[in-house]
């Protein structure tokens, strides 16, 4: 195979994989689920360091019921990851895309606003 230097050489496009309306979907719900500003603030949360459920909860000052119910969401979702230790649950972004997304919006919403006229 030719590399033509494109990032995606020899492989699909991820923007190719928007053709599929079951892709489509599944992104949209995705982004949906990180829509909701507690789920968004226990994303934040542990995108550096492992935490428990009870850390997550006093943090942010949620019950932590609640915290469990949108960690299960989460973590369904394969945004979270949980690692149990003895009898406690510690939970991190599931991977670097996960992380990556997130840094990136953050990125986006701090740079300067740039209005093109038309």
């Known amino acids: 195979m ?3 230097g494109t990032p995606y050489a020899g492989t699909q496009s991820p923007l190719a994989a928007l053709e599929s309306i079951e892709a489509v979907s599944e992104l949209a719900d995705l982004f949906q689920l990180m829509a909701d500003a507690s789920r968004l603030r ?6 550096e360091e ?4 009870s850390d997550i909860a006093a943090s942010l000052a949620l019950s932590q019921p609640l915290v469990s119910h949108h960690l299960r969401l989460l973590r369904a979702a394969r945004i979270l990851r949980s690692e149990r230790r003895g009898r406690q649950v510690f939970y991190t972004a599931a991977d670097d895309h996960i992380r990556c997304v997130i840094e990136d919006m953050l990125t986006h919403i701090q740079e300067p606003h740039h209005e093109e006229h038309m």
Do not use: F, Q, W
């Open 2 to 4: 030719i590399d033509s």
């Open 42 to 47: 226990i994303i934040l949360t542990v995108l």
């Open 50 to 53: 492992k935490k428990s459920v």
